[in-house]
């Protein structure tokens, strides 16, 4: 018997040499990876060229293919020439014999992850989590589970990111060289199916191939994620007639993702009589912080979880998170594009963690990002994320909100346990030179007509910014 075998790794991802380390007569022989240095062992599916994964207490009887962690190993590396083709990273190659449903405790590269359970970044209810050991540990190594009073509630929320998420989640994403690669497909993976419909497609009628490569190799593409809405997920139309007019030169696409979630609470803002906004985010707020105030035990926790995940609005927000990373990922694996991103609502959601994502890779892929009522926080408390997000853009970020967005105004903070204050509806309280805040109250006094303005808001920044480069430095013209 060979000491060694060449197959695919389910801790790394990675084909690569298998060295023997522990024979068994009773049980499957032990192997070493060369690429991670993890132990692994053979598949129980017959014919089967992959490693399952194996630790001294555990051995995984399927590789992660076999058990639907992935849907192919050798399509996890993928680089397109088109965004569109992200959806092959998505297809198997074998058979989920498992069919495992990816809610609850999982792992990615040996990472625990809790995914996409909705946790609502109270103090009470962080706190809670921190007492039951769910949090696992603080910045200094010490477990969360053993500390009170202050101490624990500080280091719970730090573990559930705080001030920069209005809904924390403990949610895995991919950073630097592993986005777009091996582990962000494995990442995406384990999200796609959880948020339905998701798809990155090319609207219609417009062929990516017409666009060719300006002086540095780049083709410029225009990526729209909706939020609330109206009408059918698939409908376009409402962007474009502006697409047309301000980004003729493009190629364009949309993300879909939660159709059916969005349009549940888009039928809802659209058929609403005045002041039921009011109605929804207190009912959204007392089902959010049930028991929040109280320390809770593990059964009653998964009561609590599952019901905010029933709630269209926390499911919504959780999502949002994991079809960011998602976005990243497919940004990351098409060289040769640039891209503007465009977000309405909780699309604005969905690009703020694609460019958290994107932070960490060496090369900024992103040109500007045009933000229309966000649902996204902004306040003081999330500075460092937006700071954190301007670093993938070499452009800018133009925010742009408008303070007769009530539902924005009534609907956001209390459902978000008064958290933050969303960036749709108040300026981004971090000052920096990537950040435009712009406020369009002049031409928004409706949270579903935002997408029907984007042409004037359009043609508004631009004027601004025309105006700008002309006026004269103060130091000019002095005689």
Known sequence: MTNSIYRYCSWCYQETHHHLGEKNRLHRNIYKCENCGKLSVKCRCPNCKKMARVSDKWADE?????????????????????????????KRDSVNLLRVAKIGAGMIAGVAVFAPVAILATEGLASALGA????GEAGTGTA???LSGAALTSASLAAIGGGTMAAG??????????LGAYEGGAISNSYFGEVEHFSIRQFPDKDTRQFEPDGENNRHAVIVVNGFLSQGDSDTSDWEEHLKTYFPDHAWYHTDWESRNLHKL?????????????ELAKEIAKRAAKNAPKKIGPLALVSHLSDLLGNPWHASMVKAQMTGIMLADAISRTPGWR??????SLGARVIYYALEALSTKDKQMIDDIYLLGGAVGGGEKDKKGWEKAAKAVSGKIYNCYSENDNILKCLYKPANGFWSE??????IALKHPKIVNRNCKDYVNDHMKWKEHFGEILMSLRNAEAQLSQTPHPTENRA
């Open 266 to 278: 888009g039928k809802f803002i659209v058929k609403a009589p005045k002041g039921a906004g009011m």
């Open 339 to 344: 891209f503007t991103l465009v977000g309405h």
């Open 62 to 90: 399927l590789c992660a293919e076999h058990d639907g962690s992935i849907a192919s190993f050798h399509k996890l590396n993928l680089q397109m020439k088109d965004i569109a083709d992200y959806k092959e990273i998505f």
């Open 144 to 146: 969360i589970s053993t």
């Open 169 to 178: 989640t403990v949610v895995l994403s991919a950073t630097g060289a592993a």
């Open 422 to 427: 969303p960036i749709g509806y108040k300026k």
């Open 132 to 135: 039951i050991g769910l949090l």
